[in-house]
Each structure stands twice: as C-alpha cells, then as structure tokens.
C-alpha cells in the first residue's frame, strides 16, 4: 500500500519551515538555509548535487544524518508539491521558461506533481523526472501521485502551507522532521493551530545528531 | 550583574510547555508530564524529590540530562514563577491553606516571587523558600527579585504564560529549553506570536540526549 511521507523537513525550534520574504535570491526565505545545516553535508546531498552538475562526487558523512538523508528516496515512486517550492513567481504564469530550481536533470526522477491554481502544461525533465501541474487540489494530486508510483510511496516535498493541507485532512502516513538549532522567528510555521493530537499523529521515533534532532510521526486515525 | 534565566523549562515538539486542563490531579495539563521524561530520572531531581519527603536518596542519572539540571539550580538567588504553577485554584485565593504543590520544605531554598492579580501574605516555608506574592506586575517582580537575590541570578519558573511575558519585554537573559519527544497538539504554546528573533534571541547551544534535545538561547539586544 503506497503511503505519503514528509522526509527530511526541517524545521527552526520555533516551528517555522521557511523564512519570511521568499524570492528568487533566497529560495528558503531569509534565514532559511541555516535549517538545512544537518542536511547539507551528507553524502546523500552532495552526490545528488553533484549529479545535477554532471559531477561524480562521492564524498560527504555518514551517520545518523545521512541515515535520514537516505530514507527521503528510498521507494519514493512519485512526489507532490506546493507551487511556492517549485519557484519564487505567484500568481499567473507570465510564460512558460520556468522549469524548478534544479537545472534539466531536477533531483526526483519521478513524476511530480505540483499544486497550483494555473494550468500548465507538464515538462518532461532529463533524469526521469516529469512536472505535472494539478489545479484541482490536494486530494486530487494524491490520487495521480499514487496511481503513477508503482506501488511505491509518493513524497510530500513542502512547501510548510502543501504539508500543513495534508495534515489536516490526515492524509499523511509518516513524517520526519528535524529541528535544527536555529530561531527563524517569523515565516511559514508548521505548527500554528494544527492539534497533530488530535489528527492522529503520534511521535515514534526519535534520534538525535549533532547537527539536529529528527523525531518522526504516524497516522493513527486515520478516516 | 544578576541575570534572569529560563532553565530546565520542557517543551513538546509542536512548541506546547503545558497540555490543556491543569487541574489538581494533572498539574501539568493533559500529557504535560511526557514532557519530563529526560528530568525526572535524573540524580538532581531524585536527590531533590527524595528531599522534599524527609528520604535521603542518592540515586538519579548522571549524564547531558543531569549536566543541565544540576546547571538550572546554580547560583540561583531567587526564582519568579506565574500563579497558575503555584497552584491550580483561579481568581480570588478562598483562603490561605494553598502553599503550593511542594509539602512544607520546597525545592527552591530562596525567596519566590510569584506573580498574581490577589494580594496574599508572604508564607516562610522550611528550608529557606519564602512566597511572596506580587500584584504589580513582571518588571516589580524582577526588581524585588533582584533586590532580594545576594548579587546571585534568577530563576524564572514558568508556565508557559509567564515566560512569554518576560520574552516580551526582552528581559530574559538566558533561556534553556529542552524539546521532549512528544506532540501534545494543545495547551500553552510557547513560540506562538512571538518574534524572538526580532526580540534578540539566538540559539548558542544545542547538546542532545537520548531522551530530550537540548537547546540554549542568549539576549542580545537587551534594550
């Protein structure tokens, strides 16, 4: 049975998944790198990285870290996201030469389907990565996500407010967070006025690096 | 200079520092004791619970946990804490039988200040703590705290409430906070409509046990 997982989503202690004022130069909002410090550095990142720019890095730790870094693949069949993790633009597509911020061969390797409330037409990407485009809201993409992953599970890949909509409709199976040790003060806060109690969630799992403190949730109720 | 600290304060993931419904047989709210897990078994608290019931006990963990409970009563000259963790009565005091949660020797060996709309007589206790009640206000406590406290810091108890005030007004020095493996989904959340970033806090520390992740915020915009 294919499950929805949030995997490696940090948060800042204060609860905030991005910082304020996202734009093309800061792509996390400002401060919003810092939450990524654990992240980062492992292997699993810099050979992803690497492999964008056509590299062949092998390089980066191991451990408790990229133990989590590893887990966000593995057996992910599709993805879904928000409009705002796709690009910096709101509103109407003024044209169609934006294709994500991670150059012609993106990380996924899956379909992706990206929420938003204008059309589009999909973009095939090298790599076996394929953007779709669904207006018709979160319910609708799960369901494409999941007819399209092989069986495998599908990854909610953020924006806080995309994860925010599936958790309240307690259609997220597991989550992995890692708090790292930053203040982001004010942006886009996962936790604000969401009972995770009361939706079912309970946290199982908890292991802490030196870099951050991942805690992951299940579903226990689910509808 | 006497600094006024946060230390040894538990909160849940999702930001919460007490669940919902204190009352007399869930001081803490519903689920607020999950919150403790890393303090209760420590050598600091058993040392001081086997204390307060006349025992002698010796036993407790050693370790990060305890490393930063024995750091929470350290050069303590005096604490400040909101009514509401004094006791689980609200409005005006009935009579004046409550003297706390703590029998007749309490753990904090120093005058505490404690912060409530009803006037109320200072109560002299065993072992040195002596209540005071204070009517005007956060900033009064502080200076009769500091006025009273032999050069020494103090210790800013809680809940959640008093704490945010304190934060507000920028006049907490040092906060400790320990984010426990738990969700409790309602009840006083601590980071909700607080800037701290923009009130001058930043994150200096970050030491993780097994049981609780460990975080250390600094003032630095004291105005």
Known sequence: MSKLKVLCYSVSIDGFGAGP?????????????????????????????????????????????????????????????????????????????????????????????????????????????????????????????????????IRLGGGTNTIRQYLSSRLVDEMHIAVSPALLGSGESLWRDINLVELGYECVEYVPSEKAAHFVFKQNKKL
């Not at 409009?83 to 169609?96: A, C, I, K, T, V």
């Not at 204008?118 to 953007?131: N, Y």
Request: glycine letters at 16%.
């Open 21 to 153: 004022n996202q734009s093309m130069d800061t792509p996390m909002g400002i401060g919003g790198m810092t939450l990524h410090g654990w992240f980062l550095p492992t292997k699993t990142f810099q050979v992803m990285h690497s492999d964008m720019l056509g590299g062949g890095t092998t390089e980066g730790t191991t451990g408790v870290d990229n133990d989590f870094a590893v887990r966000g693949f593995e057996n992910i069949g599709a993805w879904i996201m928000g409009r705002n993790m796709f690009g910096p633009m709101r509103g109407q597509w003024e044209d169609h030469s934006w294709k994500g911020w991670w150059g012609n061969n993106p990380p996924y390797h899956t379909p992706v389907y990206i929420l938003t409330h204008h059309a589009r037409p999909s973009i095939e990407m090298e790599g076996g990565t394929t953007f779709h485009f669904v207006t018709d809201g979160i319910e609708a993409a799960l369901k494409m996500a999941k007819a399209n992953a092989n069986g495998k599970d």
